[in-house]
């Protein structure tokens, strides 16, 4: 099911509109990098979409610009997979929107290391 691909009124922050609040699931490494928890959460501005997301982590946390994504290319690092609601998120549209289940707060955004080999 596509959820991410509908659109939907994100609910506000604090009476502005347009912003909303996104909890964010980091691994071991990326929380050392930041120093921060194992989530953290990240003001977003509507549209919620993959890419307005990682552009609020990054400027929140610039110690980690580069990490997720290349700096000039703004793509996916190969090691670095996105996932929310159950699904895989690494290789959509980054332009599409994030479930609702995310925006709404009902869920967390997941950030994962990948790891190669077996």
């Known amino acids: 099911m596509d959820v991410h691909r509908g659109e939907f009124t994100p609910r506000t922050l604090g009476g502005r509109p347009g912003l909303v609040i996104i909890s964010v699931l980091l691994p071991y490494h990326l929380q050392q990098l930041a120093r921060t928890g194992r989530v953290v959460e990240l003001e977003v501005s509507a549209p919620v979409t993959q890419r307005t997301l990682l552009d609020a982590f990054e400027k929140r946390y610039p110690?980690?610009?580069?990490?997720?994504?290349?700096?000039?290319?703004?793509?996916?690092?190969d090691f670095v997979r996105f996932f929310a609601c159950g699904e895989d998120l690494s290789l959509e549209d980054p332009d599409l929107f994030l479930p609702e289940d995310v925006v709404t707060g009902k869920e967390e955004f997941m950030?994962?290391?990948?790891?190669a080999g077996g």
Do not use: H, N, Q, Y
């Open 63 to 77: 110690m980690l610009l580069g990490t997720l994504r290349d700096a000039r290319s703004g793509k996916r690092r």
């Open 111 to 115: 950030i994962v290391g990948a790891m």
